[in-house]
């Protein structure tokens, strides 16, 4: 099953959403994307965690 999450999902006013068949690849991408536009967030082990936390399953 795939896996999705978009930045509305952590609440920010952003269109951004992304789709992959796995965790770790949906990771990849919101890590580029969090790089690339959102310099505010620190991706540290306790955001990475709850940026999982909302991911979905679909």
Known sequence: MA???S???????C????TAESEED???QVK???LANHTEI?????????????IKEV
Do not use: F, P, Q, Y
């Open 32 to 34: 580029e994307h969090v």
């Open 15 to 18: 269109g951004w959403s992304a």
């Open 42 to 54: 620190e991706l540290n082990e306790e955001n990475i965690t709850g940026i999982k936390s909302l």
């Open 3 to 5: 896996k999705s999450i």
């Open 26 to 28: 949906l990771m990849k």
């Open 7 to 13: 930045c509305s999902d952590a609440g920010k006013d």
